[in-house]
């Protein structure tokens, strides 16, 4: 099932974050929205959820955005990062999410918030989560996808290439959406259902959005990334390219953050199944009101 390769430096991904919690507060707003929009999701799910788990869940921002929810009854949150679950509040436990300690079928309800990017074994963590999921359990989460921070990536391979003669992975690779129902249907979810928001975030310069990116650990953690200190050059470079190509009217800088949503299911023998070929009991000519040409009457080229 795991086709395992070491993108990310593990070690590098929780010392970013052991770095972050303290302050984690004042940059936490991007990882507040889409806490808030999951919340907003599971409203619309009318089903009982006693027992969930967020994977990944840093200071317990998606705690407080269910909280109001009477559908959802114990929360346990779990991060790689000892200082974050230090302050997540409520039941909380260090867990990384490429080796998940949970039983099988254990849980409701499954939801990770802005977390799964780090992974290596994506595969492998989806078929984790699905076994540690109840029968009809439910996963639901947000993770960055392709076009996060596209601007920024453009502007310093530019910068690189002007002053280097040469680029280095500077930014972390993202899921593309185009893989997500297919990792979803591999690690054995029923039902899954993919799709994006798109999230703009202004800045009054690119320098803003590195300061922000380190408040939230949320810098590199690549293997494959420049081990040397980056002479200043480069970033101012990279944060001119950027206000010429990207500030709108008023002068500020735009960056993207594409939020991929996955959900899906633990399957169960009560849930939705695709009918055999054949099957159907009514004729698709007839609902779109045309004539139905059996397939041996088709015109075939002279």
Known sequence: MSDQM????????????????PGL??????????????ADRLLDISREFPLAVDIGSHTGMLRDAISANSRIGTLLQADIS????????????????????????RFDLAVSNLSLHWVN??????????????????FLAATLGGDTLI?????????EIE??????????????????GALMQRAGFALPVIDTDTITVTYENALKLLADLRGMGE???????????????L???????????????DGRINATFEVIWLHGWAPHETQQQPLRPGSAEARLADALDTAEIPVADKARPE
């Open 121 to 138: 074994d994506l595969p492998g963590a989806l078929l984790q989560v699905r076994r540690c999921l109840k029968p009809d359990g439910l």
């Open 235 to 249: 970033f101012l470079r990279m944060a001119q390219l950027y206000q010429e190509r990207h500030a709108g009217p």
């Open 6 to 21: 070491n993108v990310f430096d593990r070690r590098v991904v929780r010392t970013h974050r052991d770095r972050a919690a």
């Open 219 to 233: 810098t590199s953690a690549a293997v494959v990334r420049p081990r040397e200190f980056t002479r200043k050059d």
């Open 163 to 180: 002053l280097r003669d040469g680029a280095s992975p500077r930014v972390s690779p993202f899921l593309e959406i185009r893989d997500a």
């Open 151 to 159: 601007e920024l990536r453009e502007c310093l391979m530019a910068a």
């Open 82 to 105: 000892e200082a974050m679950v230090r302050q997540a509040g409520g039941p909380a436990i260090v867990a990384d999410e490429e080796a998940l300690p949970f039983a099988e079928g």
């Open 25 to 38: 507060a004042k940059f936490d707003f991007l990882f507040r929205e889409v806490a808030d929009r999951l």
